[in-house]
């Protein structure tokens, strides 16, 4: 009778035993497929990185806008259309194409006027009654994308030509932005990496899973040669002279932040 029920014992504490280990082995295998839980515990260390990349700007953005004033909205507008379509059939021999240009802005608005009176001793009166409408202003502003940055400065002259009054740039950029941050982002990774590498070697732990990522986008830097706005007083020269516009260089800069799981 004893032999039997130590048989039984021996055999219910096998089967507990196997029980326990198909558990255990269920869990790691839970843990290695899906990952930790979100409320489980683990020890990180979080380490930053920083990569930059320099870069020759390929793309020189001008943008301009026309103003025109007339005594009725279709005057004023015709006025527009006629300084516009001038302006950008001249940067079209100049090789800019239909797709790096377009329009960015464009509004019609009335123009007012109070009527005043002259109280005593000759002073004018502060405005009284509605405002009436005198005429009207049509505005357009149109962005284009130079490809051949050397043209930057004939493009500059030729509008300075024709009188088109304020212009913008040129800003010097690249056309394909985000290849020259990933490249950035690359370096600052590594950077990081190597940071956690030596960190892990001086606590004396391995580095393991990356456990989250943090990107700081800090935009792009583009110093560029610019000289200041042009105005009106443009119209009055009849022969301009194409500016000098350094380029420069690009420099993009991306910051990172890699927590990483330690053991």
Not at 146 to 158: S, Y
Request: net charge negative.
């Amino acid at each position: 009778m004893n032999d039997l029920l130590a048989d039984r014992y021996m055999r219910f504490a096998l089967l507990a035993v196997f029980v326990l280990l198909a558990l255990f082995l269920l869990a790691k295998t839970w843990d290695a497929a899906f990952g930790r839980g979100p409320n489980e515990p683990y020890n990180t260390i979080t380490v930053t990185g920083t990569g930059e990349a320099v870069v020759i700007p390929d793309i020189a953005q001008i943008d301009f806008t026309v103003t025109e004033n007339a005594s009725t909205v279709g005057e004023a507008q015709t006025k527009s259309t006629e300084r516009v379509d001038a302006a950008l059939d001249a940067v079209k021999q100049l090789g800019i194409e239909e797709k790096d240009i377009k329009t960015t802005y464009y509004a019609v608005n009335p123009r007012y006027e109070y009527s005043n009176q002259t109280c005593g001793y000759g002073m004018p009166c502060p405005p009284s009654g509605p405002p009436t409408i005198v005429g009207y202003e049509v505005a357009q502003s149109i962005q284009m994308k130079v490809r051949d940055t050397a043209k930057a400065g004939q493009v500059l002259e030729v509008l300075g030509s024709l009188g088109v009054q304020n212009i913008s740039g040129p800003h010097f950029t690249v056309d394909d932005e985000d290849a020259v941050k990933g490249e950035a982002r690359e370096e600052a990774i590594k950077e990081a990496r190597e940071k956690a590498k030596e960190l892990a070697k001086q606590l004396g732990v391995r580095l393991g899973r990356t456990v989250s990522f943090y990107e700081n986008e800090g935009g792009y830097p583009m110093p560029y040669g610019k000289g200041g706005g042009m105005d009106a007083a443009m119209e009055t020269r009849v022969s301009a002279v194409a500016p000098t516009l350094p380029m420069g260089e690009n420099e993009t800069s991306v910051s990172v932040s890699v927590t990483y799981e330690i053991h």
